[in-house]
Every structure is written in structure tokens, then in C-alpha cells.
């Protein structure tokens, strides 16, 4: 029987003494040792299958062991124990030393819970404390638990360039008065999140050792999850660290098990500083261990301070600021939009709404359960109604390339929590390229839902990825929401095989439309148009608040030809 809350835990081992311990520890301090369920990649010449059989536990480990000489390290592993994930509902990733604190699982879910009402993929990770054994092997943590937040930076000399931009990392200790810190680096020896992030970010098997935990923190945020370092006081755990400059056992690289092998280090150390290096180019050939589709690299970059184009480690960047922000009420529940924005946003502030009847018009083709794409989502005020209406099993994609009203958006639907709403920060266009986005500045009167591409050299131009409706693959498709400022016609030039294959229902809305190129793709496509012209406002709401925006909309629903 499934037990509720059910975690999946990942311990890669090797050669590790300490293995039965942080076994016993993991499954004797949890407060329901009944919901865990362990993969154990043991790469040791000791096979511990006749322990494990001897344990209460036994039927809930998942065991694997290998010849260590046959390893390719750590990744490697870790990449075998995400394949023996069963769908449990949370995901522990640690090392085979470590020492839990008594109730620890009761105590990272909950947690866990607490950062899913601010964000819809949260990861909880930081480097532990320390423990050490006593003269009688009784464990023990050296220091008292601090209030700090265990934050994660490159150490002050780390440096990067063109042919190694892996850094290495460590603790810093931040007083501040939050439990969590949000972050942009992964401890591969403690990460606690959604069981599901074994199969959105899936371990990179030719990453080694040094830069693997880089290559998870990049495709876990562009994946759209959100890194959180804890309190120190949080964690519920400690480590076992080995001394500095000493060799040890469990050191994949002993000159012993070297020369047994028929592949060395200094390869596998080659070849993942390659596939770090790919990954920060974005490279398309790592398939589906290149950077997600959520979230930009770029992006990224800014917001940790890790510019991997120039090689440089700078201060973490600003993120949107609150007091240029307002959470305002709406007919579809409460959303946050800028202050300073006179279009959608003061709408929003004003009306509770923006262009009611284009809403209505796309709400009459969707049905429960329905899959459907919104192209240029704003601050989610149609993507919110749509995904209430599409219920539990319907399926919503939204997707926004500005990078302020993407954060707004990403924001909006973890309030009125619709947290399987999938946001993507992208451009669509007829082609997969890169294009310049203007942002905003939010401290002057902006009209953020016009702002659209910029030169690449503007100041407040973000590189965005664009991509195709095709690319995406899919397997169903009912409804295909459009708004993209004039870009509506190369938008569904890069959707016309999608079209032709799932036949979705069309909606395109714009202040202006291309209207031949719209009509002749409706032609080759095997679709009928019909017009619409629509306010965004009524006569009322104008007489109240004459300094609305109020643009006409030209609107073309297009349905596949019977």
C-alpha cells in the first residue's frame, strides 16, 4: 500500500564505510520510516545485499552495486539512482555520510510545503553542517547551530574561462531575518524538493565531479525551479567531510582503481568541462540534458551574478522590486501587477479586468480537461481564468517573454495557486534563435504589455530565447491563444505543422493584424476565419475612468475546415 507523502531518496555510495550507518540513521530518525523508499548505487567490491536483507527496512531499498573500477563517478550514479524513481512525491538527494536529526522527514516537507505557496518548484539545499565521531564512534556536530542562512557563492579566488567555467563553492553565512535565502547553486550531497524533478532535470551521466553541481543549479532554474538555502537552525542534517588534500577511500580518482581502468580521470574531467561548457552556450546536441525550457539562461546569468558569456563573477543582480508593485483584486482572483504600468496593469488595478470579451470569446472554445497554449501571457489575467476552467486535468501553457511581467506571471499563478500551470519565458516566432526584449523600467510610467523587441544594444534589451510551437512536440493541442504585438503571423508560421496534425482552435488579437499573411496560413493550414472587432472596455468603465487604455482589437478565431 502507498503510504501518503512518500519520499524517494538517492544515495550514490563509493567505497564508503559509513553506508550502513547513514542508512540506519536515514530510516531510524524519520518520524513515518514507512514512506521512504532508497536507491543505493553502491560502487564497492563489499556487496551489502545480505545487510540490507537483515534490516526492518529491507524491502524499501532499491540496490544496485557495481565494481567500483567500472564507475564513471558520481553523476554517473546519481543519473542510475534517479532511473529507480517510482513516482514517489518528494525527492532527497544525499551522500552515503550523513547523519539525520530526529523527525528530519517530517520536518523537510514541511518546510517544502511552506516554499510551494511562494513558488511552484521549490528546492530546499545548502552544503550541511558537519559532524564528526568521537573516540568511541559515537557521531556528534563539533559546533551549536547557528541562526545564519547557509547561502552558496563561489569562493573569493574562484575563477572561470573559455575552456573551464566550473568554480568551486562554498558556505557563506548571511543574517537575515527570513528562514531561506533564494539561491543559485546546488549541494548534490542534500537536495530536498518534488519527486518530479527526477524527470524534469534528469542527472547528466557524462558530468564528473567538479561542475556538476553548476550544470543542476542552471537546469533546475531554467527547468522553473527555485533554489532555496536554509537557516542553519533548519537543516536536519549533518555531513561528514573529508579532510582537505588527504586521500581517502572514497576518492574515485585512487591511483589503485586507476590503474585498473581503461579510461582515466583526467578524461572524464575533460569531457564534463565540455558538456558545462555546452550547456552555458545552450547547446541544443545535449538533448535532454541541455538548459529547460522555463526559464532563459540568461536570465540566469543576471540574477546570480555568474556571467558565463565573459567569464566573470559578479554580484548577484536586482530582481523586481515590491514597492513598484501592487496586489490588486481582480474578477479572477488577486494578482500583482506594476504601479507604473498605464496598460493592462492599470486596468487591472482600476477595472479588475482587461478586454473581457476577448476573454469570453477564447473561455467559449475551451473545455475541462482541454490543453491549450497562450501566446504572450502578460500578467497571467486571461491565463488564470483559462486555467480555472481547464480544472485538474486540463493542461495550460503560458507563455511570456518580457522578463519583468514573466516574474509577474510566474508570481500571479502561485498566489491563486495553479501551481501546474507551466510559464515559459520565451519568444515564439517561425524559428528557433535568440532576439533582444525590451524590458522596463518600473520607477517611470511605462506601457509594459507594448514593450516588445528592442536592438540588442539598448540598455534595458534582455537576450530571450525564441522558439517554435512545433519544437514543443506535443500530443495534444485544443486551443491556441495568440497576442503578440504584430508577431502573430510568425507565430503560427512555426506552428502549421502542430496546427495541420492536432487541429487546435485558433484565437489571434492585436491592436493590428497582418491579415493577408494571416489569411494565407489559414489557407495552407486548412482553416476558416471569422472577424471580430472588440474594446477592452465598456462605455461605462470609460466614463469612470477616462484614462484607461482602451485600444480596439482586431480579433480572428479560426477553426479547422469540417
Known sequence: MRVNGEIFVSVASFCDPELQFTLRSLFGQASQPERLHVAVIDQSADDNRSWIAA?????????VQLNPVDSRGVSWARSLAFSLYQNEQWLLQIDSHTLFEPGWDERLIGQCQTLCERVARPIISTYPPPFRFDEAGKPFLPYEKSQSIYALRPKEDAKMDAHSPKMPFAVTHHAIDQDFEVGHHIAGGFLFTLGRFTQDVPYDPYMYFHGEEQNMALRAYTAGYTIFHPRHALIPLAHLYKAAGQEHKGQHWRADLERQRTFSYSELMRQSDQRLAKLIRGDESLGAFRPGFARPLQAFCDESGFDYANFKIQAPGPVVRPDFLTLCNTRHGPMMVANQDRSIGRSLRLCGHWAADLLDLALAEIQPGNTVIEVGSCYGEHAIPIQNKLGLNGKLVAIEPNPVLFRLLSANLVVNQYLDTLPIQAAVADQSCTVAVLTANLTVPCYLSRISLAHSKDQ??????????????????????????????????????TCRRLKPVVLVAGELLNLPALNQWASEAGYESTEYRLRCHSAAEMDRHPELWNPELHCLLMRPRS
Do not use: C, M, S
Not at 530565447?465 to 514543443?472: N, P
Open 55 to 63: 534490516q526492518p527496512f529491507a524491502a524499501q531499498i532499491r540496490y
Open 460 to 497: 534595458l534589451a534582455a537576450p530571450v530565447k525564441a522558439l517554435t510551437i512545433d519544437e514543443l512536440g506535443l500530443n495534444h493541442l485544443h486551443v491556441l491563444k495568440i497576442n503578440t504585438n504584430g508577431f502573430d503571423a510568425q507565430v503560427l508560421k512555426g506552428a502549421l505543422e
